[in-house]
Structure formats: structure tokens, C-alpha cells
């Protein structure tokens, strides 16, 4: 793993626990609230995790190619 790719790794890994950490802090306070708002909420939390998902997996596959690229231009 070349250090292009080993930062953008930790970057992902960093995000991807910040949007774990924002849904789970979401989640626990559900039983304090109980009203349209929280659920409003709880769907924006939701909608931000999907889309974190399509981030992380973009993420993970420009490292596989910055590493296939770096390897291709060692071999040659």
C-alpha cells in the first residue's frame, strides 16, 4: 500500500466511525424522544448513513486502483 492510498484509508476509516458514532448517539437518545421531529431526524441519520456507505465503498475501490496503478508503474 503506497501512502496515497494509506491516506486516504485512514481518512474513510476516520469518517465511517464518525457516522457510526453520530447514529449510534442517535439512536440511544430514541427513548427520550418520542415525537414527529425525532423521527424527522432519525430519517436525515438514516439518509446520511446510505449515503456514507456509497462513500466508504468508493473510498476503498480508489485505493485498489491507486495501489494496482502504483503497481503496474513499479513493474514497468
Do not use: H
Not at 48 to 67: F, P, Y
Amino acid at each position: 500500500m503506497n501512502s496515497y492510498s494509506q491516506k486516504i484509508e485512514t481518512d474513510v476509516d476516520m469518517f465511517q466511525s464518525y457516522v457510526q458514532k453520530l447514529s449510534a448517539n442517535v439512536q440511544s437518545i430514541g427513548s427520550l424522544w418520542n415525537d414527529p421531529q425525532f423521527f424527522d431526524l432519525l430519517n436525515g441519520i438514516s439518509k446520511i448513513a446510505s449515503q456514507a456507505r456509497d462513500v466508504i465503498i468508493t473510498g476503498d475501490k480508489l485505493c485498489e486502483t491507486i495501489n494496482r496503478f502504483y503497481n503496474i508503474a513499479e513493474n514497468e
